[in-house]
C-alpha cells in the first residue's frame, strides 16, 4: 500500500477472519490514538512510528510492532501508563484491547494485510 490516510477498513487475518479496523496516519490522528477511549471494538492502525505509549489511557492494550509489509515482529500487553520500547524495523503499530491479539493468532512471523473502506471516520 502507498500512502496511508485516516480512515476506517478492515484487517485480514491469517484464518480468513476480517476485524473491524481504523487507521491513524495523520499526526493529530497518531498522537491521539485510543486517549479518552474507554475501549475498541477491532484495532486501530497507527502509521508511520515503531513506539507508543499508554499515558493517559483507560485501559490496557495489545500492541503489535509490523514491519514494511505488515509482518509481526513483536507483540505485548501494556498496561496504561507505560513507555513502549522502539522497535527499529517496526513501521507500523497495531492496537487492540488486552487479549484480543492472542485470540486472532497474532504472533512474531504473521503476516496480516488491511482493506481500507472509507476515508477520516471522524474529525480529530
Do not use: C
Amino acid at each position: 500500500m502507498g500512502k496511508w490516510a485516516d480512515g476506517t477498513g478492515t484487517l485480514a487475518l491469517p484464518d480468513g477472519a476480517a476485524v473491524p479496523l481504523e487507521v491513524a496516519a495523520s499526526y493529530r490522528a497518531r498522537r491521539r490514538g485510543l486517549l479518552g477511549r474507554d475501549g475498541i471494538t477491532g484495532a486501530l492502525l497507527i502509521t508511520p512510528t515503531n513506539s507508543v505509549h499508554t499515558f493517559g489511557m483507560r485501559f490496557a492494550i495489545d500492541v503489535a510492532y509490523l514491519d514494511r509489509s505488515l509482518g509481526v515482529l513483536s507483540v505485548v500487553t501494556m498496561r496504561p501508563g507505560r513507555l513502549g520500547m522502539v522497535r527499529p524495523r517496526g513501521r507500523h503499530v497495531l492496537e487492540a484491547e488486552a487479549g484480543a491479539m492472542a485470540g486472532w493468532g497474532l504472533r512474531p512471523g504473521v503476516r496480516v494485510s488491511v482493506q481500507v473502506t472509507e476515508g477520516p471516520s471522524r474529525a480529530g
